[in-house]
């Protein structure tokens, strides 16, 4: 089969941007005599690349074992934070009492960073793990919130009225009406929390020194191997971009359905 | 005392700052097993007093009581069908019309549950579409659902809220004719409050008309009996001195209410639409 022409436009398009961005980043390693060229931070790394899965050291590990650490931890804080964060979002939809009561808390709280949250978790749980979850799920858990409350007063006074001359019960307006109605507010909370859980991963291993990419990132920057950060960077924009991809894919078939 | 008693209920709403009344001092009463549709313009505030009758809304004044309670909320052993169907996308036909046998008839067995719902949604015909979602159906196929779903929960009230508004001109007609047949072919009376705007649908299904003047402020006119035997057709309804008679009646009391409009006190609202089904003959004749 001929590509057509917007097949061509279609796969060279992003694939020209990412050649001028490669472009900006050599000339800018021209002039700073720190920053490696693209050359020299892929055959610094070739080795955490090509071997992704090699354990040599507690931070000197394979790319993919560093990614999988961070990616366990992020699992944890995301689905702590969204095990709160979903109950909690439906309840404020439900009531408007609550949400008066809550929301001005709420937007205060979410402007907060994963760098102001570590410190406290660090006080409160003494120990790094469980200072990271409680980081991330504090960090990622409002977009859910929001969007879930959102998806419920969304909800078209048709679907209410169905529940009145039905007399459902309370537990059966929540399961046939609220939570179907609602799930795909509460999808589109789920990516945009999974997003910013993967943002503070990063801020949380920097701070803790725990082994992960952001970990590693921190670790080498202190040991002058300036490669592996930008190796570390583009891990981590890579595993984010597939992660919110995955989140869209179960959001547009929950949508189709 | 009549089985519904509708004993002048006004409702108004905020309109921005003003205030709009759309029903004022409405009194209607409705016998046990009988079939009353509220003919009346589009907007003219019918779908408020059906809510309010149903339930669904409480009125500003005034009291609608139903086998002799007062009604407070949606009463049990009630059916509505609404205009823009209101199923639940998320549920298949049957499961749709499952869900309200079993919110309805709970102490029945599960299986004698199922076998309701398939039968009511196979009574419609639509027993091949049963697995299907709603936005899988057409509009009619859609609030043949919403009917089975009504009748399926076996109500002794049954409020008709403009059920084929929404619907295409034959599509429209042919379902007035099915629920005709389904609605004499009920063991039970059914106690039946039809919305509608076209006259020839009240005169198909009513053992009474009730003409709604137009709003703001509507309220009813006198009640048209139509002494025709059912199940009527459509085809017989055109020649049946009857039926003209009635239809007459109907067609005069409600362009009479367009033609001597009452002094509005209240925030006078533009007529956006004077749904001219309501009047089939006016340019004929």
């Known amino acids: ?257 | 005392m009549a089985y519904i008693d509708v004993s002048s209920v006004s409702k108004a709403f905020a309109a921005g700052r003003a205030v709009r009344c759309v029903l004022e001092d409405v009194t209607l009463s409705v016998e046990r097993g009988e079939f009353v549709s509220i003919v009346g313009f589009m907007g003219c505030g019918k779908s408020t007093l059906l809510s309010i009758i149903a339930g669904l809304m409480p009125p500003d004044a005034g009291e609608v009581r139903l086998g002799g309670e007062l009604v407070r909320g949606v009463r049990p052993k009630t059916a509505i069908v609404f205009q823009n169907y209101s199923l639940l996308p998320w549920l298949t036909a049957l499961e749709n019309v499952h869900l309200a046998v079993a919110a309805a008839l709970p102490m029945w067995p599960r299986e004698r549950q199922a076998t309701q719902a398939r039968w009511y949604l196979e009574k419609v015909g639509l027993a091949s579409a049963a697995d299907r979602r709603p936005h899988q159906l057409s509009g009619g196929m859609r609030q043949r659902v919403a009917i089975a779903r009504a009748l399926a929960t076996e109500p002794d009230v049954l409020f008709l809220d403009d059920p084929f508004g929404a619907l295409d001109a034959l599509t429209r007609a042919n379902l007035q004719q099915e629920l005709a047949q389904l609605c004499s072919a009920e063991a039970r009376p059914v106690t039946t409050i039809m919305i509608t705007n076209s006259v020839e649908e009240a005169l198909l299904l009513s053992d009474r008309i009730v003409p709604m003047t137009h709003g703001p402020r509507a309220t009813l006119g006198r009640p048209v009996a139509v002494a025709i035997p059912k199940p009527r057709t459509l085809a017989q309804l055109v020649h049946d001195e009857h039926a003209r008679h009635s239809r007459a009646r109907v067609v005069e009391s409600l362009t009479a209410s367009v033609r001597r409009p009452r002094r509005l006190q209240c925030t006078p609202q533009p007529v956006e639409d004077i749904g001219l089904t309501a009047v089939p003959n006016r340019s004929g004749a």
């Open chain 1, 1 to 257: 089969m001929v590509p057509s022409v917007r097949d061509i436009g279609r796969l060279c398009l992003p694939l020209s941007g990412v050649v001028l961005i490669g472009l900006i980043w050599f000339a800018a390693s021209r002039s700073v005599p720190d920053l490696p060229s693209p050359a020299r931070t892929w055959n610094e790394s070739k080795s955490y690349v090509l071997q992704p899965f090699d354990k040599r050291g507690e931070m000197d590990q394979g790319i993919g074992r560093l990614a999988y650490y961070s990616l366990v931890r992020v699992s944890k804080g995301f689905l702590l934070g969204i095990a709160l964060a979903t109950p909690l979002g439906l309840l404020l939809g439900v009531s408007p009492t609550l949400h008066r009561m809550f929301d001005p808390v709420i937007q205060i709280l979410r402007p907060i960073s994963p760098l102001a949250w570590l410190p406290l978790g660090l006080v409160v749980f003494r120990k790094s793990e469980p200072a990271a979850m409680f980081a991330i799920a504090v960090c990622s858990m409002w977009p859910t919130v929001i969007n879930s409350a959102a998806g419920v007063r969304a909800i078209p006074q048709d679907y209410w009225n169905v529940a009145k001359v039905l007399h459902l019960s309370r537990f059966m307006t929540f399961t046939k009406i609220v939570v179907p109605a609602t799930l795909p507010y509460i999808f589109t909370g789920y990516r945009l929390s999974l997003g910013i859980a993967w943002l503070v991963i990063v801020a949380s291993e920097m701070l803790t020194g725990t082994p992960g990419i952001g970990g590693f990132l921190w670790q080498e920057y202190n040991s002058l191997i300036y490669a592996h950060i930008l190796l570390a960077i583009i891990t981590i924009g890579l595993i984010g971009f597939a992660l919110d991809r995955l989140m869209g894919l179960a959001e547009s078939r929950l949508r189709a359905a």
